[in-house]
């Protein structure tokens, strides 16, 4: 057991330390990792903890971590998944703070950033794509999806009230 929950630390240690641009960006190494390196869940699994994740309070990557260490190694699991995720983001940030506000400015730094940003774009793209094969499965189930869209983006619909709707039109239709 002590090996397991060492590996779940070790795992999200990992992803937290070589994903940039947040949770959703830490998706398709999330995925990655625990669906095709360790085969801890399969990929309907592992959408189930993203929907979940999603609908909780918190980031998503933390609470992904959170449930899939609970689902591999019990609460020593979903400590061990938390704390690796989110130990080099806290070491980094706190780094950080101290010099951003002084270098913000720097020419260099600002490069730096804008040669992360499309690269996180894309990981979040890839996110999307990898969780749209395996969720968008039938008609239904594709225009919920094209439903919540359209009203997050042309009437600014609240994400939680779309959160709510999806799941009861899910209740209603499947």
């Not at 397991?4 to 937290?16: A, P, R, S, W």
Request: charged share 10%.
């Amino acid at each position: 057991m002590l090996k397991t929950i060492t590996e779940i630390f070790l795992t999200f240690l990992k992803i937290g330390a070589f994903t940039f641009g947040g949770g959703y960006a830490m998706l398709p190494l999330i995925q990655m990792e625990i669906i095709n390196i360790h085969k801890w869940l399969t990929t309907k699994e592992f959408i189930d903890i993203i929907a979940i994740a999603e609908m909780t309070p918190g980031p998503i990557a933390v609470n992904s971590s959170t449930f899939v260490g609970y689902k591999i190694g019990g609460f020593w699991g979903s400590v061990a998944g938390t704390l690796g995720v989110v130990l080099i983001s806290i070491i980094l940030s706190t780094i950080a703070a101290r010099f951003f506000f002084k270098f913000k400015d720097n020419p260099t730094v600002k490069a730096i950033f804008n040669g992360i940003r499309p690269a996180v774009i894309m990981l979040i793209a890839s996110a999307v794509l990898s969780v749209g094969k395996v969720a968008l499965v039938d008609i239904k189930s594709i225009l919920i999806c094209l439903g919540v869209f359209v009203a997050l983006l042309r009437f600014k619909l609240n994400p939680i009230l779309g959160l709510l709707i999806s799941g009861a039109a899910g209740a209603i239709l499947f």
